[in-house]
């Protein structure tokens, strides 16, 4: 049995400066810099984001540092393009005295991010930024952070998600983590280990040690527990792992095989699909109580369930119409709504945060597809057709997905290489997010508390 490695996350202390200057101020109905996500975006908002100012070599890099976490977040979204900084007329230390938005206009610029760095006596990072409006010249946000040196890269997270949110309307997902399986040797022999990482590849760590074939990791709403399925000794085991302190609690050891674990959104039950008897039904299970309840009873294998933002209503495949496809049914249990009425075979449905879509795989005459629908079933849309694609997990405001993609490698195409992506709703913006190796099944962290 493996003994999962301690993960500790780092306490972070947030101050919000009371002074008028750095009070939050967002003025929509005023400001001209907005982009209105829910009609799709053709061109990127040009934004400047500067490098923080900070006085002594200390600063200064840590300012650097910052900044370039926030360009590069806001750039992954797709809604932002960040300018190059050596288009940039006033500097750093120049707009400590305020900005001179003729000079931001002249490069174009829709929006500014400045910001600085300061060491305080106790050794932790004072960091203050400022988000402003170049059109109408106006200060639209303004916070500060205290937070210990090593934790500069959430500070610079938390900043990219309320600048998202103050231009978009929409919450950010950049404070976030994700959890995957990760993968190497050869394809008859994998090795899949629990890793966690921060959503844009940082802060890579490994959760098991690999002697132990682990699948389907799913967060908790909380972010701090993550349920995921292992086998000891060839048979299946559902765990709960506390990402703080490490600890492992065994779910269930149940009879037959147990699959696709997932929370509750108020995370007291967990619902998951068990095979006994060669049929395969969807349960749930009271984390306190440990109480099971059967909430699908078919002949057919039911399997993926999830469920809505609200806990009323479960999504999952079934193939007892004939093929594989989606259902919908009260979380209760009950009559079972078909959904999906598309051309091909439909599975791993995953409802949205905000509700308002389930997305979905699909294979269709030997091709898969990464897609979304609305929840009756209307409204299909495809993001992603690849060769071999699967395991879309939402961010938590609704707007990305992230999924895994299996390509043939090697010079015969003997072996496989497996990596992680993301797609915005538009299914135009994909980006590959960097692991140390191969990576599939991921899934997405709410927003860290």
Avoid: C
């Avoid at 969807?282 to 399997?303: C, G, V």
């Avoid at 913006?429 to 099944?441: A, C, E, F, H, L």
């Amino acid at each position: 049995m493996f003994a999962p490695k301690r993960f500790s996350l780092p306490l972070f202390a947030v101050l919000l400066i009371a002074a008028a200057a750095l009070l939050l101020a967002v003025h929509p109905a005023r400001s001209q810099v907005q982009i209105d996500i829910t009609q799709g975006v053709q061109e990127p908002l040009p934004i400047a984001v500067t490098d923080f100012y900070g006085v002594g070599a200390e600063e200064a890099q840590a300012g650097v540092d910052i900044a370039g976490v926030i360009s590069a977040n806001l750039s992954r979204s797709g809604l932002f393009r960040p300018i190059d900084k050596a288009a940039f007329i006033q500097s750093s230390a120049a707009l400590q005295n305020g900005p001179t938005f003729s000079e931001w206009r002249v490069i174009n610029a829709q929006a500014l991010v400045s910001g600085t760095v300061q060491v305080q006596q106790d050794g932790r990072y004072r960091v203050e930024f400022r988000l402003f409006d170049v059109i109408n010249e106006n200060q639209m946000v303004g916070l500060a952070y205290f937070t210990t040196p090593d934790n500069w890269r959430r500070v610079a997270h938390k900043i990219s998600d309320l600048i998202y949110q103050t231009i978009t309307g929409e919450q950010g997902y950049f404070d976030t983590r994700i959890v995957y399986i990760a993968e190497s040797g050869p394809a008859n022999a994998r090795v899949k280990r629990l890793a966690i990482m921060d959503q844009d590849g940082a802060n890579h760590q490994y959760l098991t040690d690999g002697e132990t074939l682990v699948l389907t990791p799913r967060f908790s709403p909380s972010a701090q527990e993550i349920t995921y399925l292992a086998y000891y000794n060839d048979r299946p085991r559902v765990y709960l792992l506390n990402i703080d302190s490490g600890r492992q609690e065994l779910l269930g050891d149940f009879p037959g095989m147990t699959f696709a674990p997932r929370f509750s959104p108020d995370g007291n039950r967990v619902i998951m699909s068990m095979a006994e008897g060669g049929n395969t039904e969807i349960y749930t299970m009271d984390l306190r109580t440990r109480q099971t309840q059967r909430l699908t009873n078919n002949p057919a294998i039911d399997t993926s369930p999830s469920f809505s933002p609200d806990g009323t209503r479960v999504v999952f495949e079934s193939d007892r119409g004939g093929s594989q496809q989606l259902y919908v049914m009260s979380a209760n249990g009950g009559d079972a709504q078909r959904i999906s009425f598309g051309e091909g075979r439909y599975a791993s449905p995953v409802w949205s945060p905000r509700g308002d879509l389930i997305a979905f795989t699909k294979l269709h005459q030997g091709r898969f597809f990464i897609g979304v629908m609305r929840p009756d079933g209307s409204g299909e849309r495809i993001l992603v057709d690849a060769f071999h694609v699967e395991g879309p997990t939402w961010a938590p405001n609704g707007r990305v997905l992230m999924y895994f993609s299996e390509q043939p490698s090697g010079a015969g195409g003997e072996g496989r290489s497996v990596k992680l992506y993301t797609v915005d709703l538009t299914g135009s913006n994909r980006w590959t997010v960097p692991i140390p190796q191969d990576g599939s099944d991921p899934a997405w962290s709410p927003l860290l508390p």
